[in-house]
């Protein structure tokens, strides 16, 4: 068979196992980006029960591996009353995982920020909220680009666990194509293009342009 | 231990009750005394110019009026009301955040490196405070704003971020940004300190015009003698967390009566 009979015969299941996957990126990445925001405020606390809180959850998540955390969500809740469809259990193991890893990216954003930026906010006698949302965020979002670009990326290559628990993204439809045809060069060098392609082509540009967006409304670019 | 808090008034009254009072005011960094019992009036409307050496304490000051720095001891009290200090069951304590956010608004502030909010124009900074913390509509902000730029000449660039800025229009916008809060008080940091010598004229000239047209309470730090020579009603030498000498700008200048005085302003005029 040759590689283009191959697309051929093979080709939509590759698609759907993408546009899962895409949904798996996304919904995580979302969840990602909640718990990063949510985690990386509380470090920054004053109250001590508030920042321990938050250390305790990044360091469980960034301290363990993230298969293990993955059949924990999928398998153990269950034991505890606790039963999520598998796609639901995959995005929500990803997306806590990597949100423990941004936590820290948006600490360091958020100090990052020169300390004249908060006083000029509390000369103005700006409330706390909203100096952080309307003085500090916007400019520690922008230092965090980078770094996030990276991250997002990270997590776009972990989703390929979720196969582990038979959601049909992209690995799992590889390893099901595998299994009946033996084209191991073929499918899993098909897989391992769309992934590079999502990340190089789309997550990749994506960020450098909200990178250029942001920097044009900080009038650096 | 809490400090006695029972020598000093709720409230200050009577006639000639100051804009700001520094009363007993201590400041200290571990063991290093900042500011050493400090007392210093200023009257409403009058501008007060701070110099001496670097380490003498002089920004502290601005920055304890600010309340960006808490004191040790002392009072300090604006407009005849306590600043670092509320009242509670009839004996001073000092202010929570809540208090301080109040009474802080009493003061406008400008930074040596301007602190502009750099993800917004010229007028969006000017609009900032009205808006999130006065609660104002933003017609009426825009409007406040526009008449504040065009006072301190920016208004041919309110729609600039800071980075298309000069140090100079910086800090101009910085002058508007904090009068926009409509402040009883206002601080200068140092304002020129940053910026290059040809455009320091155009920020003490708006600064002279407020001296001039408007009954503001003035507080500035600088090391430009000449400056403050011109515009201040008062200077104050501060020298090791004390005020050395003080008096009108030409008595100072022109006749110092203490040694550290002297050998301070020679030195400044050395390096001019």
């Keep these: ?221 | 231990m809490m400090e006695d808090l029972s020598n000093y008034p709720l409230e200050l009254t009577g006639d000639n009750v100051p804009m700001v009072r520094f009363l007993k005011v201590t400041k200290r960094y571990g063991d290093l005394v900042v500011l050493d019992q400090l007392d210093l009036d200023v009257a409403e409307g009058e501008m007060v110019t701070i110099i001496g050496p670097s380490g003498s304490g002089k920004t502290t000051v601005l920055r304890m009026l600010m309340t960006l720095e808490t004191i040790n001891e002392g009072v300090i009290y604006v407009d005849g009301k306590p600043l670092t200090h509320m009242e509670k069951n009839g004996k001073l304590v000092p202010a929570d955040r809540k208090y301080l956010r109040k009474a802080r608004s009493q003061i406008g502030m400008c930074f040596q490196h301007f602190n502009l909010f750099p993800h917004m124009t010229a007028l969006e900074n000017c609009m900032e405070g009205p808006v999130q913390v006065l609660g104002m509509k933003k017609a009426e902000a825009r409007e406040r704003a526009e008449e504040l730029l065009e006072l301190v000449g920016m208004s041919d660039k309110r729609d600039q971020h800071p980075s298309r800025l000069s140090g100079g229009q910086q800090q101009r916008v910085a002058i508007a940004r904090a009068l926009a809060m409509r402040p009883k008080v206002m601080l200068f940091d140092e304002v020129t300190s940053a910026l290059d010598p040809e455009v320091i004229g155009e920020v003490t000239n708006v600064i002279r015009s407020l001296v001039e047209k408007h009954n503001l309470t003035m507080l500035m730090v600088t090391h430009q003698m000449g400056f403050a020579k011109d515009i201040s009603d008062r200077v104050c030498f501060f020298f090791d967390g004390k005020i050395e000498e003080q008096g009108a700008p030409e008595d100072l200048f022109g006749n110092p009566q203490k040694e550290r005085t002297q050998q301070f302003l020679s030195a400044v005029k050395e390096a001019d």
């Design chain 1, 1 to 221: 068979m040759s590689y283009i009979e191959f697309l051929k015969e093979y080709g939509p299941r590759f698609w759907d196992g993408t546009l899962v996957t895409a949904g798996q990126f996304f919904l995580a990445s979302a969840l990602a980006i909640v718990i990063a925001l949510i985690a990386g405020l509380m470090k920054l606390s004053r109250n001590g029960l508030i920042r321990g809180i938050a250390v305790v959850y990044i360091e469980i998540f960034r301290g363990t591996s993230l298969l293990v955390q993955l059949y924990w969500i999928f398998f153990v809740l269950p034991l505890f009353g606790l039963t999520l469809p598998k796609f639901t259990a995959g995005f929500v193991a990803v997306g806590m995982n990597l949100g423990a890893y941004g936590a820290e990216l948006v600490r360091g954003g958020i100090q990052s920020v020169p300390k004249g930026q908060w006083e000029a906010a509390y000369a103005l006698s700006m409330s706390p909220m909203r100096r952080m949302w309307r003085i500090i965020l916007p400019q520690a979002f922008v230092n965090m680009l980078p770094p996030w670009g990276n991250l997002l990326i990270e997590l776009l290559k972990n989703t390929a666990l979720v196969a582990l628990i038979s959601v049909s993204d992209l690995m799992f439809e590889a390893k099901q194509i595998n299994g009946s045809t033996f084209l191991s060069a073929q499918t899993f060098g098909t897989a391992l293009i769309i992934y590079y392609v999502f990340a190089r082509f789309i997550v990749t540009p994506f960020m450098r342009w909200l990178e250029l967006v942001m920097r044009r409304k900080l009038g650096r670019a």
